[in-house]
Antibody
Framework: EERLVESGGGSVQPGGSLRLSCVAS????????MYWVRQAAGKGLVWVSR????????YYADSVKGRFTISRDNDKGTLYLQMNSLRAEDTAVYYC??????????????????WGKGTTVIVSS | DIQMTQSPSSLSASVGDGVTITCRAS??????LNWYQQKSGKAPKLLIY???SLQSGVPSRFSGSGSGTEFTLTISSLQPEDFATYYC??????????FGQGTKVEI
């Protein structure tokens, strides 16, 4: 079974830091782009960050740029999200997700086909 | 940035009903549109990708259509396990992506 398991969430004061991890199993991790998506309580899904398979590119939502850093260790099959200067508005469940694609009629269509169960981050004083 | 707007935000239906959810993009996104189902306290699950392609293992009562700026997700005959929140997501602007605000399907 293809699985992603997040960990590292917790409660932290504003301005603090956390490092989230996401361990992959049941599939070869290295070829896939990987995403972090978050969801505040009672709210919708919001893209946070993406990293290319070979770490050649890392991309961030404007709301976290300069504060969060995505990384991966392909040998360990693990995705990371280093979160610094945390704010109350970063409080959410954080999901990691695998990006897959299909080539249809000459176009590449990307989607998130495997998701972890999420880890909860609470930023509060 | 592309904005994704779903309608309705919530709907009430009964087992056996047909249901249609609409997702509109603020600009043309061709067929770069995915649909997810999320049950309370669970991770999202991919249902449809590329606007109309059914993900492996997803029941055939789910279908998607549309292109450009308007898309629909249809559930042909609601089953008890289909009561959930549904999200559309554009992948046109990859590496980023935007989700709709969600549509909650309730009894």
């Amino acid at each position: 079974e293809e699985r992603l398991v997040e960990s590292g969430g917790g409660s932290v004061q504003p301005g603090g830091s956390l490092r989230l991890s996401c361990v992959a199993s049941g599939f070869t991790f290295s070829p896939y782009w990987m995403y972090w998506v978050r969801q505040a309580a009672g709210k919708g899904l919001v893209w946070v960050s993406r990293i290319n398979s070979d770490m050649s590119g890392a991309y961030y939502a404007d709301s976290v740029k300069g504060r969060f850093t995505i990384s991966r260790d392909n040998d360990k099959g693990t995705l990371y999200l280093q979160m610094n200067s945390l704010r109350a508005e970063d409080t959410a469940v954080y999901y990691c997700a695998r990006s897959e694609y299909q080539l249809l009629s000459g176009h590449y269509y990307y989607y998130l086909d495997v998701w972890g169960k999420g880890t909860t981050v609470i930023v509060s004083s | 940035d592309i904005q994704m707007t779903q309608s309705p935000s919530s709907l009430s239906a009964s087992v056996g009903d047909g249901v249609t959810i609409t997702c509109r993009a603020s600009q043309s996104i061709s067929r770069y549109l995915n649909w997810y189902q999320q049950k309370s306290g669970k991770a999202p699950k991919l249902l449809i990708y590329a606007a109309s392609s059914l993900q492996s293992g997803v029941p055939s009562r789910f279908s998607g259509s549309g292109s450009g700026t308007e898309f629909t997700l249809t559930i042909s005959s609601l089953q008890p396990e289909d009561f959930a929140t549904y999200y559309c997501q554009e992948s046109y602007s990859t590496p980023s992506c935007t989700f709709g605000q969600g549509t909650k399907v309730e009894i």
